[in-house]
């Protein structure tokens, strides 16, 4: 397999791991924000709880990400950071706030307006930042980034401020909602608490549910080639099959209390979305003038970049795989 394949597989991978660790962190924040009720206090506390130990480790994946598109897929890098550098800022600003307000509200004043006034950054930022994320990969799926010679031509706009684009980020807000209230309900032994994640996360699930068909349905005449690619590839059916049976799956086993099966489903859910996006949209890393081939830099950057990657890895999976076995046992 080519070089530039491998590393276009660790970025997909990388981008998994960032929507099931650091996305199911937005969807706590969204639902931080939509605490309410006679545990309401409780509910936060949990959503703290739930996301303190490991919420920086998520962001590894994301940095990597970057790094290997910088390094591997330089010029492919140089588009998207110019064409959605406004979306792109949006999110990393949403980032840093998400993170202060997190530690301010946790280690400063514990007082009502101090503690208000964080809340809603944290929750604002936990909004925004997976939004723009959605909006980012719903142009990068749409084709409207053009090359030219080698060169992006841009607006800086009109790419990413689009019905579908925007409809994706939206589908991509549900979904971190949805998979973050799933793994709530086992981050609590109460069972009225379990019960209020639990309605969360059927919610959820069924907005989920119909931002994918409003995005289908915008797809048409936004993203026509990802379109084609989800409908009419010979393995669209089944893949589409199968992530509808596993989604319906998720929702059985919360309706019945399964929580365990529901988290399994959950994760498997946004997997198989992420990866349908994927191979609807390969050969191209951007739709529709820059394959992976075309992006690669010279194979005498992807040699040692792909030693440093194992040689990492071997450093950095045993560690993170003990830090979540301390502080996510469960």
Request: glycine residues 10%; positive net charge; proline residues 5%.
């Given at each position: 397999?080519?070089?530039?394949?491998?590393?276009?597989?660790?970025?997909?991978?990388?981008?998994?791991?960032?929507?099931?660790?650091?996305?199911?962190?937005?969807?706590?924040?969204?639902?931080?924000?939509?605490?309410?009720?006679?545990?309401?206090?409780?509910?936060?506390e949990?959503?703290?709880?739930?996301?303190?130990?490991?919420?920086?480790?998520?962001?590894?994946?994301?940095?990597?990400?970057?790094?290997?598109?910088?390094?591997?897929?330089?010029?492919?890098?140089?588009?998207?950071?110019?064409a959605?550098h406004?979306?792109?800022t949006?999110?990393?600003?949403?980032?840093?706030?998400?993170?202060?307000?997190?530690?301010?509200?946790?280690?400063?004043?514990?007082?009502?307006?101090?503690?208000?006034?964080?809340?809603?950054?944290?929750?604002?930022?936990?909004?925004?930042?997976?939004?723009?994320?959605?909006?980012?990969?719903?142009?990068?799926?749409?084709?409207?980034?053009?090359?030219?010679?080698?060169?992006?031509?841009?607006?800086?706009?009109?790419?990413?401020?689009?019905?579908?684009?925007?409809?994706?980020?939206?589908?991509?807000?549900?979904?971190?909602?949805?998979?973050?209230?799933?793994?709530?309900?086992?981050?609590?032994?109460?069972?009225?608490?379990?019960?209020?994640?639990?309605?969360?996360?059927?919610?959820?699930?069924?907005?989920?549910?119909?931002?994918?068909?409003?995005?289908?349905?915008?797809?048409?005449?936004?993203?026509?080639?990802?379109?084609?690619?989800?409908?009419?590839?010979?393995?669209?059916?089944?893949?589409?099959?199968?992530t509808?049976?596993?989604?319906?799956?998720?929702?059985?086993?919360?309706?019945?209390r399964?929580?365990?099966?529901?988290?399994?489903?959950?994760?498997?859910?946004?997997?198989?979305?992420?990866?349908?996006?994927?191979?609807?949209?390969?050969?191209?890393?951007?739709?529709?003038?820059?394959?992976?081939?075309?992006?690669?830099?010279?194979?005498?950057?992807?040699?040692?970049?792909?030693?440093?990657?194992?040689?990492?890895?071997?450093?950095?999976?045993?560690s993170?795989?003990?830090?979540?076995r301390?502080?996510?046992?469960?």
């Amino acid at each position: 397999m080519p070089l530039e394949l491998w590393l276009a597989g660790v970025v997909m991978v990388s981008l998994n791991l960032y929507a099931l660790g650091a996305g199911a962190d937005f969807g706590g924040g969204v639902w931080d924000m939509l605490a309410r009720g006679p545990r309401e206090r409780a509910q936060r506390e949990t959503i703290a709880h739930a996301i303190g130990p490991i919420w920086e480790a998520n962001h590894v994946w994301l940095i990597l990400v970057i790094v290997l598109l910088f390094v591997a897929f330089p010029v492919a890098f140089a588009a998207l950071a110019t064409a959605l550098h406004i979306p792109l800022t949006l999110m990393l600003i949403g980032i840093v706030l998400r993170g202060s307000a997190f530690t301010f509200r946790g280690y400063g004043g514990q007082d009502d307006a101090v503690q208000r006034r964080w809340g809603r950054t944290f929750a604002m930022a936990s909004v925004v930042t997976p939004l723009m994320l959605g909006v980012c990969a719903g142009a990068v799926a749409s084709g409207a980034i053009r090359m030219r010679g080698g060169r992006v031509v841009t607006d800086f706009v009109s790419a990413w401020l689009a019905p579908f684009p925007l409809s994706i980020g939206l589908f991509t807000l549900a979904l971190f909602a949805f998979l973050a209230a799933v793994y709530l309900t086992l981050e609590t032994e109460d069972r009225p608490l379990q019960d209020d994640f639990r309605r969360r996360a059927l919610l959820a699930a069924l907005a989920v549910g119909a931002m994918a068909l409003v995005c289908f349905l915008l797809s048409s005449s936004g993203a026509p080639s990802i379109r084609r690619g989800l409908a009419r590839e010979w393995w669209s059916l089944p893949f589409q099959a199968v992530t509808g049976l596993v989604a319906a799956g998720a929702i059985g086993a919360l309706w019945t209390r399964r929580f365990p099966l529901a988290r399994v489903l959950a994760m498997a859910q946004v997997t198989l979305v992420l990866w349908g996006w994927g191979l609807a949209q390969f050969p191209y890393l951007i739709e529709p003038d820059l394959t992976f081939e075309a992006a690669a830099a010279p194979a005498t950057v992807l040699r040692p970049l792909l030693a440093a990657l194992g040689a990492g890895a071997v450093v950095a999976g045993p560690s993170l795989l003990y830090l979540y076995r301390v502080f996510k046992a469960r």
